[in-house]
């Protein structure tokens, strides 16, 4: 009864704070450590796409809905595994930090239902990744938002599929870590799917019609994104009129693949790579007074920050990514803020997908809540949530909102569907587009 | 075409003087130095940071690049491969490659694993128009510097005494000593003059491709060593022979054939080269004492 009033005020107040397009700390009443911060529902709501009325009750929307749709209560165990030692240390803890913002916003938005979190370290290890997966099974977890790196997540995900327990990973993103497993879901894209988007996206603006891609054929990530982007292109109508390749070997000289993009007059490049030959790459093509525009995917993340470039060479370069620590909005200035004072850096993609991760979590856990007539989460076998997971992320009015795309939505196989955000390289900072 | 052809010719002069480093070496201490590339990929970072953190002009950094090397050429020379002179070639070859990682390690520590982008240290210099294509100055300088170097080595290998030394060793060691050669000196020389090379070809590779990583050093390494196989290993003419005709084989198969089979055809060259003249395109046929 008291629960209910207690949740009736505080949507009351989200609504109004929202249409107040107010973004101030009181209106989540509870006076926690990042109560300067809404959720990301609630600053992002207007801009969610209208159709989704859904998600979770910070953008219900009314009052009386949440009120009448039941509550989520309880505590929820929530585990991570990553490596938190080790050479991929630095992927591990931007998760764990991201995470953990996410959650302590999440512990502070309401008393009735908190998050206990149990971060574990795998050091990029499949093996210690199982060990530590055991370990949070002797803790009682509940539901895992792990684990950070491609290999250990295939190890862990088969035992946790066995085990009935509801994966999301934050980053890993091959396809080979949900393939067959229904309880195995993705936040970030997995790569292949970067390629049909970037086509979809180049198609969708009208950037180019002769398109040249180059791509590194001993590299699974290059190629993935090559062969969906190849599909889509064609699907859409654009013309391909080079498609060349290079190796980790052969990854010094590029004059004949720009040579033969700039032959057959090819507007755009598309660059399915990481940014070290991508730097190459520019620096040639500028050498050749070839200017096209460059269009690159997440691997192009990075260029910016290698000592001594030349920030010039880079000048409107496209990229597609789901997340830039420099994007104006509200809900990414608000967790770059808070990251900041938190850890004393800058977060990077690995934190923004972390910090999407319990949020996501979350609000299907609520959404389960408002359409069931409440979910009082404590002692709830993993097993039972993870069916009740399974049906919300797979439900297509289900979608979250977050620093790493708007209105995300999951397949019945655990690919996330987001729209990428595009960024353009200006006077050597990203700029949203 | 002729864009190709002078890319080709660029490339593999940078090849070219890395192969020398290679064949100097087999040539007398009869070993493969497997650590060559390396000691590239550190003469590449050398100067690098003469000229980021130390505000050197890049003449002066190239100089800094090629006194550090030569040293270390002579260390691990001294700590690495002395030891070892009388063991089997097995034993040094396996050292070598010890050498090779232990240098890529180092620089990991060092420099870390984040790339680096080397500046552009013939910003300056007009590029070169010839018909609809320009020459970058890097291209012209690079080959400049690969007959430079090959004509010094060659004249310092027939007129000076330390050179004939040289020859006398690389042709029999035994012998050599009996004439009152200081075969190990004559050894250590080598590899002075080899890595001061090598510190060139850092510069020039890392100026052509500005890349600068712990494993830069690598590949150019295994391909400039194929080039001074394909040349005949142990002759210097070869070396450079070797690298040009690599780097525009390299150049021609990706423009015309594949982008994707560039690397097997470079290599199915060699075989073909090595089947019809087993000892390189001016290799000398050594004909072994029993």
């Given amino acids: ?187 970030c894209f997995s790569d292949p799917n970067q390629g049909s988007a970037s086509a979809q996206y180049i198609s969708d603006n009208k950037m180019a019609s002769k398109v040249a891609v180059i791509y590194n054929n001993s590299d699974a990530y290059s190629t993935g994104i090559y062969q969906t982007f190849n599909t889509k292109a064609s699907e859409l109508g654009l013309e391909i009129v080079s498609t060349t390749t290079f190796t980790d070997d052969t990854a010094n000289d590029f004059s004949v693949q720009l040579a033969d993009a700039k032959d057959n007059g090819a507007e755009l490049v598309f660059l399915p790579i990481y940014y070290q030959p991508a730097s190459l790459i520019l620096q040639q093509a500028k050498g050749m007074g070839y200017e096209p525009t460059f269009f690159g995917v997440d691997g192009m993340d990075g260029i910016l920050t290698m000592e001594g470039f030349d920030a010039s060479l880079a000048e409107g370069v496209i990229l597609l990514t789901p997340f830039s620590a420099d994007a104006a909005d509200d809900l990414t200035k608000n967790f770059v803020a808070t990251y900041n004072t938190n850890y004393g850096e800058t977060p990077n993609q690995f934190a923004a997908d972390g910090y999407d991760c319990p949020y996501a979590i979350y609000r299907a856990l609520q959404f389960y809540a408002d359409k069931n007539g409440g979910l009082d989460v404590t002692g709830k076998g993993a097993d039972e949530l993870c069916e009740i997971l399974i049906s919300v992320f797979t439900d297509p009015a289900f979608s979250s909102d977050g620093v790493t795309g708007n209105g995300m939505v999951w397949t019945a196989n655990g690919e996330v569907n987001k729209a990428p955000k595009a960024m353009v390289i200006e006077n050597g900072v990203y700029v949203g587009l | 075409m002729l864009a190709n052809l002078i890319n080709g010719i660029s490339l593999g002069s940078v ?79 396996i050292t070598a490659i010890g050498v090779s990682y232990f240098l890529q390690n180092v620089a990991l520590l060092i420099w870390s694993a984040n790339t680096k982008v080397f500046p552009n240290i013939f910003e300056k210099l007009p590029g070169i128009p010839l018909g609809d294509t320009t020459i970058a100055p890097v291209n012209v300088i690079t080959v400049l510097a690969n007959i430079v170097i090959m004509i010094v080595l060659t004249l310092f290998t027939t007129k000076t005494k330390m050179g004939k030394a040289m020859r006398a060793v690389s042709e029999d060691k035994g012998a050599a000593t009996l004439m009152g050669i200081n075969v190990n000196r004559t050894i250590s020389l080598t590899f002075a003059i080899g890595s001061g090379l090598a510190a060139i070809a850092g510069v020039l590779l890392c100026t052509a491709y500005p890349t600068l990583m712990p494993t830069t050093g690598a590949m150019p390494g295994i391909k400039a060593f194929t080039a001074a196989v394909f040349g005949g290993i142990g002759s210097i003419p070869g070396a450079m022979l070797g690298g040009i005709l690599l780097g525009v084989i390299e150049i021609f198969g990706k423009a015309y054939i594949s982008t994707q089979l560039s690397d097997a055809i470079v290599f199915a060259v060699l075989i073909i080269v090595l089947l019809v003249k087993p000892t390189g395109l001016l290799g000398h046929k050594v004909h072994e004492k029993v």
């Fill in chain 2, 15 to 93: 090849y070219a003087i890395i192969a020398l480093g290679y064949t100097m070496v087999y040539g007398i201490a009869k070993m493969l130095n497997f650590a060559h590339g390396d000691v590239i990929m550190v003469g590449g970072y050398i100067a690098f940071c003469s000229i980021m953190y130390l505000g050197w002009p890049p003449a002066l950094a190239v100089i800094a690049a090629m006194v550090v090397c030569t040293v270390l050429g002579i260390v691990i020379e001294r700590l690495a491969y002395k030891p070892l002179r009388n063991a089997t070639s097995l034993a040094v070859l």
């Fill in chain 1, 1 to 187: 009864m008291k629960k209910k009033a207690v949740s009736a005020v505080l949507a009351a107040v989200l609504s109004m704070s929202m249409m107040a397009g107010c973004t101030d700390a009181t209106a989540t009443g509870n006076t926690g450590s990042t109560g300067t911060q809404d959720g990301p529902a609630a600053t992002e709501a207007p801009a969610a796409d209208a159709g989704s009325a859904d998600a979770g009750s910070a953008d219900a929307g009314t009052a009386d809905m949440t009120a009448a749709g039941g509550s989520l209560t309880g505590t929820l165990k929530l585990g991570m595994i990553g490596p938190l030692t080790g050479g991929a240390a630095i992927y591990g803890n931007a998760v764990k930090n991201g995470e953990q913002i996410a959650v302590d916003e999440i512990n502070a938005i309401s008393s009735d239902f908190q998050i206990e979190y149990n971060p574990q370290d795998d050091e990029h290890d499949a093996e210690k990744s199982v060990n530590a997966y055991h370990n949070l099974q002797d803790w009682g977890v509940q539901v895992i938002a792990g684990t950070v790196t491609t290999t250990p997540c295939v190890a862990v995900s088969a035992e946790a599929n066995a085990d009935r327990i509801f994966m999301l990973t934050p980053s890993a993103s091959s396809p080979t870590v949900t393939e067959g497993k229904d309880n195995m879901f993705q936040l």
